[in-house]
C-alpha cells in the first residue's frame, strides 16, 4: 500500500465465498487508513453459502466497519460496459455517503475508483503476503483451514457426532476418534449437569434441565468448531441426542429440544451398539434400558437427514469402522458451487 494521507470513507467489496486472511488483511489495511470503512458482501444466487451467513462472518471478525450485503446476479465481466453499469448500480445502492477510497487487491479496483471518482488503493497485488483467495479455498478448504477465521470454520466444519445408550462406548469411541483424526473433540456436559445438578442424581429430571442442557452442548460444540485444527469435529453427543434423553427421564419429547435439534444437523451420526458389557460408574441407573434406547436411537437416527453409522465391536473395530466413514465423509469435499464468472 502506498497511501499518503488519511481517507474519510473507504470502500471494500467482494462475495467474501468465504471470508479468509486476504479478505481480513485487505479490510484492516482499509480500516488502518479511513475515518470509516463500509465492506460490501455481493453474492448471486448460485452460491451455495447464504448472503447474510457470510455478512454474519464480517459483522463478528469486523465490527468496526459498516458491513452491508445484496444480491448481484450481474456478470463478471471486466471488459463490458453493460457489466460494469448493472454492478454500479447494486454498488451504489448499498453506500450511505460517497467514498473516496477503494481498496482491492485485483486491478479491476483502478476502474471502480474511477467511476466511484475516488482514490485507488491496490493492496498485497499478486497475493504475496497471504496467499489464498476464495477460489483456492473452495477448492480445498481442508489445505487452506489456516486461512479460514474462527465463525467461517464453524460454518464449514464437518461434525461428526456419537450417540448411544448408557455403557455403549461413546466417550471412548468420540475420544480416540479426536486423537485419530488429530482434532478436537466435545464432551457431554449432560454428565457434567447430572452431578451439578439441584438435587443430585437421583432428583426428578424436568424439561427445562434438558433445554439447558441442549443449549450448552450447542454452544460447547460452536465454540470447538472454531478451535479445530482440521475440518472435522467430534462431539459427544448432541441436541438430537437430548431429545432422546428426554423421553428416557421424562417419559415423552419435548418440542422445544426437537426444533432446535432440526437447525443443527451434523454431517455424520455414529451409533455405539450396545452389545458390550454394561459398565456401572456410580451415575448409570439405565443398564435395564439399554435395549430401549439404542433402538429408539435407530428409530430417531433413521428420521432426520444425516447419515448414520451403527458401529460396534471391540474399541479398535469401532475406531477402524468409524474412521473409515469419517475419511470418506471429507474425501467427498464441500461441494461449494462456483460463482459467477
Known amino acids: 500500500m502506498n497511501a499518503r494521507r488519511t481517507f474519510r470513507h473507504g470502500l471494500v467489496l467482494g462475495k ?3 471470508l479468509h486472511a486476504g479478505h481480513s488483511a485487505l479490510i484492516r489495511t482499509a480500516e488502518a487508513a479511513c ?26 471478525e469486523h465490527p468496526g466497519c459498516r458491513i452491508v450485503a445484496a444480491m448481484d446476479e450481474a456478470e463478471v465481466d471486466f471488459d463490458s460496459p453493460a457489466a ?40 498485497d497485488p499478486g497475493r504475496i503476503a497471504t496467499p489464498v483467495s476464495g477460489t483456492a479455498v473452495r477448492a480445498d478448504v481442508a489445505g487452506h483451514w489456516w486461512a479460514l477465521p474462527g465463525p467461517v470454520r464453524s460454518t464449514l466444519i464437518r461434525r461428526v457426532v456419537v450417540v448411544g445408550a448408557e455403557s455403549t462406548g461413546t466417550t471412548t469411541l468420540a475420544r ?27 432428583a426428578p429430571w424436568v424439561t427445562a434441565e434438558f433445554d ?19 475440518p472435522v469435529l467430534v462431539c459427544d453427543t448432541d441436541v438430537l441426542a437430548t431429545a432422546v434423553w428426554h423421553e428416557r427421564y421424562v417419559g415423552s419429547g419435548s418440542a422445544s429440544v426437537e426444533a432446535m435439534a432440526k437447525t443443527r444437523v451434523p454431517d455424520l451420526y455414529l451409533l455405539t451398539g450396545d452389545e458390550i458389557p454394561f459398565v456401572q460408574d456410580g451415575m448409570r441407573d439405565g443398564e435395564h434400558l439399554r435395549g430401549w434406547m439404542t433402538r429408539r436411537f435407530r428409530e430417531v437416527l433413521a428420521a432426520q437427514p444425516a447419515p448414520w453409522l451403527e458401529v460396534t465391536g471391540s474399541p479398535t473395530e469401532r475406531l477402524t469402522a468409524a474412521t473409515a466413514a469419517v475419511e470418506a465423509l471429507l474425501h467427498r469435499g464441500w461441494e461449494l458451487a462456483d460463482p459467477l464468472g
Not at 439447558?212 to 482440521?230: C, F, I, N, T, Y
Open 16 to 18: 467474501f465465498y468465504p
Open 35 to 60: 475515518d470509516r470503512v463500509t465492506v460490501q458482501v455481493l453474492a448471486s444466487s448460485v452460491e451455495s453459502i447464504p448472503l447474510e451467513v457470510r455478512a454474519a462472518w464480517l459483522r463478528e
Open 84 to 123: 460494469w453499469d448493472a454492478h454500479l448500480t447494486v454498488i451504489s445502492s448499498l453506500l450511505d455517503e460517497p467514498v473516496d477510497a477503494v481498496f482491492t487487491s485485483d486491478a479491476y479496483g483502478a476502474e471502480l475508483a474511477r467511476r466511484l471518482h475516488s482514490s485507488w488503493v491496490q493492496v
Open 176 to 202: 480416540d476418534l479426536a486423537e485419530h483424526l488429530r482434532t478436537v473433540w466435545v464432551p457431554e456436559f449432560g454428565r457434567e449437569w447430572t452431578d451439578l445438578r439441584p438435587g443430585g442424581i437421583g
Open 212 to 230: 439447558l442442557v441442549a443449549r450448552e452442548q450447542a454452544r460447547m460444540e460452536d465454540a470447538g468448531a472454531r478451535l479445530a485444527p482440521r
